[in-house]
């Protein structure tokens, strides 16, 4: 049996990921060890070990490394103390493959170890941009360390080529996260609104502010803007969601916090709303607001408008349902005009999502069952044929 490693670190990044989890889950030849580590193991962010574990899930190893600090130094931190965790659960489950997604700082630590430990990385969307976030390093590093890669689109494959890649082993099968709009039954608004306890009366945008870890104050003058923004629309409600535990995250929080208590009516402030209730929220809002990928990358499925904020996710290919727009009041102001004329609106409805429709699961475990890992770890760097 292969003994097959994940690893999850946020609540996001779980909802990506979970059919190529169950997909393994349920593999006859695999052994699965799912590493759960970061924010799903903090109460400040939801506890979300706990729906991991609900959806039938064994966690192998909890990885408790994530300090209640967002300084720089509290970052770097984290990101040895997951090292050491993850070195240590290496030595303990001896796997033969780990599977990392994305760009954040836990999954370069436990990348980290898996490279020392002689692990081979599967590393899932790979070749992106995001040139407003310390992510964008990130994300390249792992793709530097991992052996089999999994894009999102075409662009993204002929990019981690692009970094030395062979193409043998670069794989483009979409977006893993547009898997459960497809798969799962999303409810109604009225059961939205039951299953949060929130009376959502009212049209709503779903807000989604990260902090912009390249900048000093993590873009909260930003986010003081757009809020100021969702003022000027007060016959509008907003879900939103908590940012992630990156550096200046909880000086958005404070904001946030300050916010929904001013506008109880108005706003639901939800720490993590687990991946049916959010989807069932993209489905039936009218716009998504923020910084998030995931306007960029789920919404438009649901043929959903997206109002994407500053630079966080400058560089990203975006389809047309996306607006973006700078960080001023005023540059928020005139975007939120746009997405919300209805010639717009009826656009977006008929848009096709650049990250594919489903099934990137299914390709992903497909290569992971069949993919010898023999002579893996020694690489050498595909060059690119070059004009002279």
């Given at each position: 049996m292969k003994k097959i490693a994940v690893f999850t670190g946020t609540r996001a990044e779980y909802g990506l990921l979970y059919w190529v989890i169950k997909y393994l889950h349920e593999a006859p030849e695999v052994s699965l060890q799912l590493m759960v580590g970061g924010m799903h193991l903090s109460p400040e962010f939801g506890y979300t070990v706990k729906q991991i574990e609900e959806d039938g899930f064994l966690v192998t190893e909890r990885l408790d490394f994530l300090l209640s600090s967002d300084s720089p130094v509290a970052i770097s931190k984290s990101m040895a103390l997951a090292t050491i965790s993850a070195a240590e659960a290496f030595e303990r489950n001896q796997p033969d493959l780990l599977v990392v997604l994305g760009d954040r700082f836990e999954s370069m630590a436990v990348s980290q170890a898996a490279m020392i430990a002689r692990v081979p990385i599967a590393h899932i969307h790979g070749g992106e941009t995001t040139e407003g976030l310390i992510d964008e390093a990130v994300r390249h590093s792992i793709t530097k360390m991992a052996h089999l890669h999994f894009t999102a689109t075409e662009a993204y494959r002929k990019r981690v080529i692009q970094l030395g890649e062979h193409p043998e082993l670069v794989f483009n099968t979409g977006a893993p996260g547009i898997d459960s709009i497809k798969k799962l039954p999303l409810i109604s608004k009225k059961e939205l609104s039951s299953a949060v306890g929130f009376n959502l009366d009212k049209p709503y945008f779903v807000v989604t502010y990260h902090p912009v870890t390249l900048e000093v104050g993590g873009g909260s003058i930003s986010l003081e803007y757009l809020l100021a923004a969702l003022d000027e629309y007060p016959e509008y409600q907003a879900i939103i969601s908590y940012p992630n535990a990156d550096t200046d995250g909880r000086r958005l929080i404070k904001i946030l916090d300050k916010?929904?208590?001013?506008?109880?009516?108005?706003?639901?402030?939800?720490?993590?709303?687990?991946?049916?209730?959010?989807?069932?929220?993209?489905?039936?809002?009218?716009?998504?607001?923020?910084?998030?990928?995931?306007?960029?990358?789920?919404?438009?499925?649901?043929?959903?408008?997206?109002?994407?904020?500053?630079?966080?996710?400058?560089?990203?290919?975006?389809?047309?349902?996306?607006?973006?727009?700078?960080?001023?009041?005023?540059?928020?102001?005139?975007?939120?005009?746009?997405?919300?004329?209805?010639?717009?609106?009826?656009?977006?409805?008929?848009?096709?999502?650049?990250?594919?429709?489903?099934?990137?699961?299914?390709?992903?475990?497909?290569?992971?069952?069949?993919?010898?890992?023999?002579?893996?770890?020694?690489?050498?760097?595909?060059?690119?044929?070059?004009?002279?």
């Open positions: 916010y929904q208590e001013l506008h109880p009516d108005r706003v639901f402030l939800v720490r993590s709303l687990g991946q049916l209730k959010y989807l069932s929220a993209l489905k039936h809002c009218v716009a998504v607001l923020g910084n998030s990928s995931s306007g960029l990358i789920e919404a438009p499925t649901f043929g959903v408008p997206t109002l994407n904020i500053g630079n966080r996710q400058k560089g990203r290919l975006c389809g047309e349902t996306v607006v973006s727009c700078g960080e001023s009041k005023t540059e928020i102001l005139a975007a939120m005009k746009k997405i919300l004329n209805p010639d717009f609106q009826e656009s977006c409805r008929k848009a096709i999502n650049p990250y594919g429709s489903g099934n990137a699961s299914e390709k992903i475990v497909k290569q992971l069952l069949s993919h010898s890992l023999d002579n893996l770890l020694e690489k050498s760097f595909y060059d690119m044929e070059c004009d002279e």
